[in-house]
Each structure stands twice: as C-alpha cells, then as structure tokens.
C-alpha cells in the first residue's frame, strides 16, 4: 500500500534534490478526468501550501457558473510525485479544491467526498478503513478516426493485432493476430505489446503506484490490464488517475492511442473495471468469517444486500457513459445479473475464492467501468454498503447456477441492472437518499451531476442519427 507522509517542506527539499524545472497541479474535475496547469518551481513554497492558487471553476466541466467562477486549489503534499513520462523535470502534485470566500472544502470536489465517505466510515463504528482494488482495462490502438456533424457522422479504428488485419497489406503482414474473444494471455508475437505494457508498469511503479502484474485481455486489438495493489479509497483512486495518465502518455509516446472508453468494438469484448473492496476494523477484516459462505461475515453479506439493493442508482456513478451500456447487456457474460456468487461472472457481485485467507476475502462489484470518476464510484459504493450493514439488508441466495442452461422462466425471475445512461440517472433521481447521510453527497452535487449527463450525453446521442440506422432504414 502507498505509504507517502511527505510534509510541503520536504516536497520543496526533493524538489531541490532531484533538480526539478516545473511544478503541475492537478485536479479532477466532476466526471472523473484529471484538469492541471503549471507553475515554475521557484513559486513552490511552503507558504503556497496554505494558501493556494486560484483558478476560473466556471472553465471545468460541473463546477461553477460564471458569477461565481473563483475557486482555489491546495496542494496536498502527500500527492507528491516525480512525473516519470515528461521530459522537463517536472514534479506533479494533486489539489483539493475549495471556496474562496470562506476556505472550505468545495462540496462538488470528488476527493472531498471520498474524504467524507471515509470519516462516515470510522464514525458508524463498523470498521475504520476501507480497501480498494479497481481493475481498468484499456485498449491500445494504432489508429483511431471520429467525426459527428449534422450531415455526416463515422468511426474508424484500426489495430495491426485485431483479427481483421488478417488479410491486409502490412508490407509485410506477419500474421498472429488474434480472433474475436481470443486475447487473454497469449505470449508475443501474438501478444504484440508486451513492451508497451511494461514500460507502462514501470512508469507507474516510478510514479509511485505499486503493480501487481500486467497482461492482454480477452478482446482482439490490444485489449490489456495492468493490476494495481489495493489501497484505501484515497489512495486508490489518486492511483487509478495517474494509471490512466501513464498508460495513454506511454501509448502516444510508441506512437499508439489507448482508451478506456468501455465498448469501442462490436461484437468483442469491452473493458469494464471490477472494484475489489473490504472493510477492515483494528486490523482486522470485518468481512472474513470462516464459516460463512465464501468465507464471508454477515457484516460482508449486509454490505452486499446494500450493493444489490442500490446497483440502479450506483451506476449512474460507476458506468456514467452511454457507451457504458453497450457493454453492460444480458446474454453476453456482461456483470448485470444483481445477484451475488462464487462463480458466476455475469452476477454483479462476484467473490473471489482464489486464497481462503483472511486478508483475502472481500466483495467484487463488476459492473463499474475505467469512465468513471474513481473518488465518487468508491464512495457511493461504501454509503450503499454501509446503508446495507446499518440496515440488515439480506442479499438473498447466491446465484451460483449457470445462467446458460436455466429455463427461461427461471432466468425471468432474476432481476437486472437498467439498460441505459438515462435509466440510471433516473434511479440516481429517486434513490439518493443513502448518499446524503452526513453530508457526503450533497443535493447540489448530485442534481449538478444528473442535469449535466442528461444534457450533454444522454440527449446528445437520443438526437442523433446513428451510422447504422442508414444500413436498416434507408430503403425503407
């Protein structure tokens, strides 16, 4: 797990040491993608520390409007890290966001809320520490082209690996590329970017996020995941931008584009991001029984009960995308059965049973995708499992059929996650309020956030003419 306990006066001193040129401040904005600009490093002081740097939030996606457009950043010096992928000596630092008119935390800033999720955490008296593994495939393409006007509107995207380049004129073609749904863990040459991958993981290992192991996904085209270890929330979901960071820069700099869009293939698979998570209570893990199923507490299965009862409304967090339903459809081994089991991937909640230990066992929720922004997914989640603990929701049997093989009318009566962006938000609009206990989500956040997704995504591909539709209408 991250250890940084850095203070701004050795920040400054390592700064000093490693001969650093510049200094960027990041932050994220409402839906998860990381905003930054750069100061010299001579402006860097303790003083700066305290008070900050202005910036216009009325520029950032779900922040302010224009007559309240000045917000300030703080630099949290345990954010500190040396960039490994720029080519001036630059020290990068993540910033909390607050209001400048009174010094406090701004309640749209995402890290805020995790805070809060956190102190709500140790408060309930359930446990004083949360863990979180969040799993981000991505895929690497050699060429990607878009565009959407009102009179014409396409994709193209392109992959020497993708099964498609089979029979093109690569001058020369090599061959060995992989078929739909065959890319889980070949070796190179089939696997061609087992370097990219590792320089990848390297960059991440010297920014100072601990990696567990690298590998290709199942999809053709360069589908791939690097594990991260887990880590509090915090942590983890500081580490889970700079991932995304990393892994697009190390991308372009091979001359490749890496996205974590969920499903830019049809007819493969997508990339989603399983959230491993754990409650922990004076060291030890509140979930673990070693007689419950799976090895699982009741405290674990309440905290699954809360997940189920919640899903709807969760992934108007944790799959925030239209694009995300794409991914997300019955039939297909896509995580929207809600339901809990060992075995079955197509259960939103799956429990991992690889080590019987104690500090191994924990819940996997499946449905999240790498879209989303990683502080509000992981506190949404924890509020919606800790509103289960309090509660005694009672997450019924676990589903551990094959779903394939059930009659019709037994799958019938297994319920589903909704189908849509626009379904979510609608759940997000009835059933937030396990979300607002002790001021972790606030109402302006999440009125903000579900105005925004419905008129800037939801409406914005409701309205539009899909390529497609010509191929089915237009002899109609």
Not at 43 to 63: A, C, N, V
Not at 79 to 93: E, Q, R, W, Y
Not at 195 to 212: T, Y
């Amino acid at each position: 797990m991250s250890s940084n306990n850095l203070e701004p006066k050795d920040v400054i001193s390592n700064m000093t040491e490693n001969n650093i040129d510049v200094v960027d401040l990041r932050f994220t904005d409402l839906f998860g993608t990381w905003q930054h600009f750069s100061i010299p490093s001579t402006e860097l002081t303790e003083e700066f520390f305290k008070s900050g740097i202005g910036f216009d939030g009325s520029s950032i996606r779900g922040f302010q409007e224009i007559h309240e457009s000045d917000m300030l950043l703080i630099p949290d010096a345990k954010t500190s890290f040396i960039d490994p992928v720029l080519t001036i000596p630059t020290l990068a630092i993540i910033c909390d966001i607050y209001d400048p008119t009174n010094f406090q935390p701004y309640s749209r800033d995402p890290r805020y809320v995790a805070k809060k999720a956190n102190n709500y955490l140790v408060e309930s008296n359930i446990a004083d520490t949360s863990f979180w593994g969040p799993e981000a495939e991505f895929f690497i393409f050699d060429d990607v082209k878009y565009e959407s006007t009102p009179y014409s509107s396409y994709y193209a995207i392109d992959s020497n690996e993708g099964w498609w380049k089979s029979g093109a004129n690569l001058d020369p073609n090599l061959g060995s590329q992989i078929q739909a749904k065959r890319g889980y863990s070949p070796v190179p040459p089939v696997d061609s970017f087992q370097d990219v991958r590792s320089d990848m993981m390297l960059n991440l290992i010297a920014a100072g996020v601990p990696v567990e192991a690298h590998h290709h996904e199942v999809a053709s085209a360069g589908q791939s995941e690097i594990d991260l270890k887990y880590d509090t929330m915090m942590n983890a979901s500081d580490n889970l931008l700079k991932y995304k960071y990393i892994v697009r820069m190390i991308a372009r700099q091979h001359g490749l584009t890496a996205t974590f869009m969920p499903k830019p293939i049809f007819e493969d698979n997508g990339s989603g991001m399983h959230v491993h998570q754990s409650l922990w209570k004076n060291g030890k893990n509140v979930f673990y029984d070693k007689n419950g199923y799976a090895q699982l507490s009741d405290i674990a299965l309440y905290y699954i009960g809360g997940l189920l009862k919640h899903a709807p409304a969760l992934l108007a967090f944790a799959a925030p995308t239209t694009n995300s339903y794409r991914r997300l459809v019955p039939g297909f081994e896509a995580p929207v059965n809600l339901a809990y089991s060992i075995r079955n991937r197509s259960a939103i909640c799956r429990l991992p049973v690889i080590s019987k230990s104690e500090s191994a066992t924990r819940i996997e929720f499946r449905a999240p995708d790498p879209t989303c922004n990683p502080y509000l997914t992981c506190a949404a989640m924890l509020m919606a499992g800790l509103d289960g603990i309090e509660n005694q929701i009672d997450p019924g049997n676990a589903l551990d059929k094959d779903l394939y093989n059930l009659p019709a009318e037994e799958v019938a009566e297994i319920s589903q996650v909704p189908g849509s962006l626009a379904e979510v938000l609608n759940e997000l609009e009835k059933n937030h309020d396990f979300l607002l206990k002790a001021d972790v989500f606030t109402p302006d956040l999440i009125e903000n956030y579900i105005s925004y997704k419905r008129d800037n995504e939801v409406d914005a591909i409701r309205l539009r003419t899909h390529p497609h539709e010509f191929n089915l209408y237009f002899d109609s």
